[in-house]
Nanobody
């Protein structure tokens, strides 16, 4: 069973930075895609950023130029560097991993940006 453990959320003022980390364990297969999604109260879960095992990335328009996703394949770990944070970035952030044809999710980590 694949498990994803996230860390790095918290409370930050607008304009500040946070770095999220997510480590995957329990799989002997290559993780094709890893990424971050977020869900604010009353909203649907939305894509923030994803990265393939070869390093191809995709970002939501709302975070382009402010967030950077990266991964270390040997450690099955993905990171999300979040700069210039805005109050509208406030949400629970979920790590995601695509292993073969199955999506796995972390438990979520809260990010709160105060104005």
């Amino acid at each position: 069973q694949v498990q994803l453990v996230e860390s790095g959320g918290g409370l930050v003022q607008a304009g500040g930075s946070l770095r999220l980390s997510c480590a995957a364990s329990g799989t002997g297969f290559s993780i094709r895609v890893m990424g971050w999604y977020r869900q604010a109260p009353g909203n649907q879960r939305e894509l923030v950023a994803v990265i393939t095992s070869s390093g191809t990335t995709n970002y939501a328009d709302s975070v382009k130029g402010r967030f950077t996703i990266s991964r270390v394949n040997a450690r099955n770990t993905v990171y999300l560097q979040m700069n210039s944070l805005k109050p509208e970035d406030t949400a629970v952030y979920y790590c995601n991993a695509l292993v073969l044809v199955t999506n796995y999710w972390g438990q979520g980590t809260q990010v709160t940006v105060s104005s």
